[in-house]
């Protein structure tokens, strides 16, 4: 029998949210996203999944279902509960593109050429604790600072006292961005500017790494380290997912 991930507790608490998305509990339910777990952590084609998990096309097509509905971020958004947004922590991977996510119109689907080859960039900002709270997809040619203003509004800050992110993020736009919700800043100047970094907490800045934890995270599953997926629906609802079993384990 190949590993599997859901224990008792984790489906017991992840069966309501699935049913409150309108997800039909059939009896094979569970075996049916432990095979997308599974194929998510090891990257294994779905065709190669083992039988345990049932017919690999079943699994594949409630998959496919489910993310053409947007329903695995549906799940993120649901299982997250009482983050720590005193502090949120934002920044910036690149994500290579396999071969198999390559096709027409790459830049719709996130996807960019670069002189290291295809990739995608995943924009995450994470909780005080470095629990993930949202994402953006963008394509590996995209600067942070370009998508930081779309990824800074998904996060409701009304409770945030501080937005923390790395030099890559020096802009006077985005500061202002975040200044005119009532939040401080807590982003540093680069070297070469004239401007000091008076404003800084380095011990808060510090514990950026909580940021760098999640993307580690995230990137024990094979299918989110590197994108084999085409359609940028779908590797948003996979990332989506790894986000989900992360607080489905707190």
């Not at 119109?105 to 990739?119: F, L, P, Y």
């Not at 600072?145 to 985005?174: E, H, I, Q």
């Not at 982003?187 to 934890?213: F, G, Q």
Request: charged content about 25%; overall charge positive; aromatic content about 10%.
């Amino acid at each position: 029998m190949p590993r599997t991930m859901l224990k008792d507790e984790y489906w017991t608490r992840l069966r309501p949210i699935l049913l409150e998305l309108n997800i039909y509990n059939k009896g094979n339910l569970r075996l049916t996203i432990e095979g997308i777990l599974y194929s998510m952590r090891t990257g294994c084609p779905w065709r190669d999944l083992p039988a345990y998990f049932g017919k690999p096309n079943t699994v594949y097509k409630a998959y496919q279902r489910w993310f053409r509905s947007n329903k695995l971020i549906g799940l993120f958004a649901l299982v997250i509960r009482e983050p720590d947004l005193e502090w949120v922590f934002i920044d910036g991977t690149h994500i290579k593109a396999h071969q198999h996510s390559s096709g027409r119109h790459e830049a719709a689907q996130a996807i960019s050429k670069s002189v290291a080859g295809r990739a995608t960039k995943i924009h995450l900002a994470v909780d005080a604790h470095g629990n993930p709270i949202t994402f953006i997809l963008s394509d590996g040619t995209t600067h942070d600072v370009k998508v930081a203003s779309d990824l800074v509004d998904k996060v409701d800050l009304s409770k945030t006292d501080v937005v923390c992110a790395d030099k890559g993020y020096d802009s006077d736009t985005l500061r202002a961005y975040i200044e005119q919700t009532a939040t401080c800043n807590n982003i540093p100047r680069k070297r070469n500017t004239k401007s000091s970094n008076d404003h800084i907490d380095w011990d808060l800045y510090k514990a950026r790494h909580l940021v760098e934890n999640a993307f580690a995270k995230l990137k024990q599953y094979r299918a989110v380290a590197t994108r084999f997926d085409k359609l940028k629906q779908s590797y948003e609802n996979t990332v989506a997912l790894a986000c989900a079993y992360i607080w489905l384990r707190l």
